[in-house]
């Protein structure tokens, strides 16, 4: 079977909506990101199904990728990675627990919480997101689709505006590889 008219298609779409991705948002993220490692700031990061891969993946390019070459280092956390914790919050408590429970134990005011949403309206990384909100951090969604509630809560946002969840989590990464190839680049420079 012939699949390229359906394979072109889709690399259209892909980039037809990388063009309409704010690089303002993306560069106010850069700066946000560069201020929590200037500043000692733990970088807490969740996401479900797809998005808890992309998640892994920042957190992965962040404290690896790009600390590893340079003195000050990025501290991210990803609260997607701790299967366990997640799964004794949502068998204890609810599914909207899964986040914001560890953030209870390890978050401090000044701290920042990413939440990345395909849909925009993942419950439980919303609520993460209001407990940033709710206790002197920064939170900042990176959302697909139209934002949803994650676009409305969030103190900054990065939003990738298709309809098509493979679409949003395709450029969610990307977002991930475009930041960390620019701090590489520049290092600690500013």
């Keep these: 079977m012939d699949y390229k008219k359906d394979i072109a298609k889709y690399f259209e779409r892909v980039k037809a909506t990388i063009d309409k991705v704010s690089i303002d948002d993306l560069n106010n ?12 700031k733990f970088v807490f990061i969740c996401g479900n199904g797809g998005s808890a891969s992309t998640a892994s993946h920042y957190c992965c390019d962040f404290n690896k990728g790009i600390s590893s070459e340079q003195e000050s280092k990025f501290r991210f956390v990803c609260l997607s990675d701790n299967m366990p914790s997640m799964m004794a919050y949502a068998n204890d408590f609810c599914w909207e627990e899964i986040f914001v429970g560890p953030l209870r134990n390890l978050f401090n005011p000044g701290d920042y919480v990413i939440g990345i949403s395909g849909s925009g309206n993942s419950s439980n990384v919303i609520k993460a997101l209001q407990y940033a909100n709710e206790n002197g951090g920064v939170s900042i969604g990176i959302t697909g689709y139209d934002g949803g509630m994650i676009k409305q809560i969030s103190q900054h946002n990065v939003h990738v505006p298709v309809m098509d969840m493979q679409i949003s989590e395709d450029l969610h990464l990307m977002l991930d590889h475009c930041m960390m190839s620019i701090l590489c680049k520049y290092g600690e420079q500013r």
């Design 29 to 40: 993220l850069l700066n946000l990101l560069n201020q929590a490692r200037d500043n000692g």
